[in-house]
């Protein structure tokens, strides 16, 4: 059975970090793409960075440039997403997401609010 398990949102202050995860199992992690979204109220779902099967280069979102990190630990399943001077913009769903064309698999989301 495949598992995205995404954990790690919470309520912050501006300015404020926080470290998303995303725990996978049920398929070969190292094999797929893996890549955060985030879903905004009102607003449709978008890409925040992604990251190739080995690591090394990630894309993100002009938005999140300079302050989003994302990283990947293929020993332990996982790829983590390290948000840095949060603004009250970053308020979503953020959304984990592993491709292996044509296989694409979701979690469930964690929600970030952003406010003082």
């Known amino acids: 059975q495949v598992q995205l398990v995404e954990s790690g949102g919470g309520l912050v202050q501006p300015g404020g970090s926080l470290r998303l995860s995303c725990a996978a199992s049920g398929f070969t992690f190292s094999s797929y793409a893996m890549s955060w979204y985030r879903q905004a109220p009102g607003k449709e779902r978008e890409l925040v960075a992604a990251m190739a099967t080995a690591g090394g280069n990630a894309n993100y979102a002009n938005s999140v440039k300079g302050r989003f990190t994302i990283s990947r630990d293929n020993a332990k399943n996982t790829v983590y997403l390290f948000m840095n001077s949060l603004k009250p913009e970053d308020t979503a769903v953020y959304y984990c997401?592993?491709?292996?064309?044509?296989?694409?698999?979701w979690g469930q989301g964690t929600q970030v609010t952003v406010s003082s």
């Open positions: 997401n592993a491709v292996r064309v044509p296989k694409e698999y």
